[in-house]
């Protein structure tokens, strides 16, 4: 059974006398201990969904169940209950900012009505795990935003959840603090085996910590699965769009370099006809030269638009894209070329510059 499942969800709000679909028909599952993904653009309806995982948003209709339990079944007494399984943290932080770190930590279980030594004693072992020990008598305003998010998680840890919801909590942050947060909810994730669903509008933070995704588009879901399934085969046009617009630093990237066929680089203008395969480099073709040997074998130049290495649930994926020449049968003739040496290509009509 998963721990998280959404049934036919629709949200519908009304604005000025209008109806705006926010969630339209969604169906999902979250197993246990998984690291699942949704992203979606601004305005994809990725934080009502969020929201309505733990019914801070009730849906105009469908189910969400936690661990079977129907959450629109509930008491709101046992709705209270059930959410202190699901904690959350979000993209600034919400510290209260009058406390310090370490009562920050313990004012959840406080409430809980965990005795002040006690929720303490918690609260040290949980700044031990964020590695923030040094900062418990600090206040927000005192800390980085890096720092900020430890806190929140630890906080979040505070209530001993089952599932942690993250909305955009790495958007506020730098690509250097966004890994060091990652790399900290992936060992929570290990350590405790807690449920982790990440909702973000970054594709790299979805391939670096993710093994399931969920694509929002204008309140639909248009795709899910697993995250290596669709960076290599994106069916939608959402999926494809935000893989191609996902540029990790130090990628490569041209719009009028070709590789010649005897090996030497040559500017060219970029001709408007050229068809544009994406390709993705398996283990095994990764250690050889396709493309120059395409080049060679062919005796055509193609044009490379972008090179670059991709990290996709911990496993490097070379990706590449690549304008191929105006005629069809030689294009024909390389994608066929391309397949026997265990590429993944699709065809590429967005722009991609």
């Known amino acids: 059974m998963p721990i998280i499942e959404v049934r036919h969800l629709y949200k519908t709000f009304e604005q000025k006398g209008s109806t705006v679909e926010a969630l339209k028909d969604i169906s999902l599952q979250i197993e246990a201990g998984d690291i699942y993904g949704i992203i979606g653009m601004s305005g994809a309806g990725k934080s009502t969904l969020v929201r309505c995982l733990n019914y801070l948003e009730r849906p105009t209709s469908g189910e969400v169940l936690i661990e079977g339990n129907n959450l629109g079944t509930l008491t709101e007494k046992q709705l209270r209950a059930q959410r202190s399984d699901i904690a959350m ?184 006809g050229d068809k544009k395969l994406r390709i993705v480099f398996s283990e095994n073709s990764a250690f050889e030269p396709v493309i120059a040997n395409m080049v060679l074998k062919f005796g055509t130049p193609v044009n490379i638009l972008r090179a670059d290495t991709k990290n996709v649930g911990g496993f490097a994926k070379g990706e590449m894209i690549l304008g191929l020449p105006t005629d069809e049968n030689l294009q024909y003739e390389m994608e066929q070329y391309l397949l026997e040496k265990g590429l993944e290509i699709e065809e590429v009509t967005e722009d991609v510059d």
Request: with cysteine; aromatic share 4%.
């Open 89 to 272: 943290i979000f993209q600034h932080f919400n510290l209260l900012m009058q406390k310090n770190v370490i009562d920050n930590i313990c004012f959840p279980m406080v409430i809980q009505g965990v005795r002040e030594g006690d929720a303490k004693a918690q609260a040290y072992e949980l700044l031990k795990t964020v590695g923030l020990e040094e900062k418990a008598k600090s206040y927000p305003a005192q800390l980085s935003g890096g720092q900020k998010q430890r806190v929140a998680i630890a906080r979040a840890l505070a209530s001993n959840p089952k599932i942690l919801l993250c909305d955009e909590a790495t958007s506020a942050l730098d690509p250097q603090t966004t890994a060091s947060i990652l790399a900290l909810l992936k060992e929570i994730n290990q350590q405790f085996g807690i449920t982790i669903v990440i909702i973000t509008h970054q594709m790299s933070v979805i391939r670096e910590i993710c093994s399931h995704v969920a694509i929002v588009e204008q309140g639909e879901l248009v795709e899910q699965g697993l995250v290596e399934d669709i960076f290599n085969h994106p069916k939608s046009k959402a999926a494809r769009e935000l893989i191609l617009k996902d540029r990790p630093e130090g990628s490569w990237e041209s719009t009028s370099q070709t590789a010649d066929w005897n090996g030497s680089e040559r500017q060219v203008e970029r001709v408007a």
